[in-house]
């Protein structure tokens, strides 16, 4: 069982940033790669970003790309996602989520879809005005 809490999350003005942070719970953190998604209202949830579970490969959608770096701590089970030059289309709930990897998979391994996840948060929300 992980547990989930994001926190950072709040309103900024287009051009800023905003630090977003993720704690989990569980001794096994280091098993999981983990992503970040976020949800707009009436649109869809949508992967933005994702780390394998050793921190050695990310992977980010386009839009964020350039703006946005995720890092992972495993020895302080937290994974942040750092967000730079955000524009208003960025507004959403933005949440955290793990998936297990077992030994099957390697290390670099990342999860893209959201049903690869076992694990969610709450959700944190990011406002960007314009």
């Known amino acids: 069982q992980v547990q989930l809490v994001e926190s950072g999350g709040g309103l900024v003005q287009a051009g800023g940033s905003l630090r977003l942070s993720c704690a989990a719970s569980?001794?096994?953190?280091?098993?999981?790669?983990m992503g970040w998604f976020r949800q707009a209202p009436g649109k869809e949830r949508e992967f933005v970003a994702g780390i394998s579970r050793n921190g050695g490969n990310t992977y980010y959608i386009d839009s964020v790309k350039g703006r946005f770096t995720v890092s992972r701590d495993n020895a302080k089970n937290t994974v942040a996602l750092q967000m730079n030059s955000l524009k208003s289309e960025d507004t959403a709930i933005y949440y955290c989520?793990?998936?297990?990897?077992?030994?099957?998979?390697?290390?670099?391994?990342?999860?893209?879809?959201?049903?690869?996840?076992?694990?969610w948060g709450q959700g944190t929300q990011v406002t960007v005005t314009s």
């Open positions: 569980g001794r096994t953190f280091s098993a999981y790669a």
């Open positions: 989520a793990a998936a297990f990897r077992p030994r099957s998979y390697t290390d670099y391994s990342i999860a893209s879809h959201g049903s690869e996840y076992d694990y």
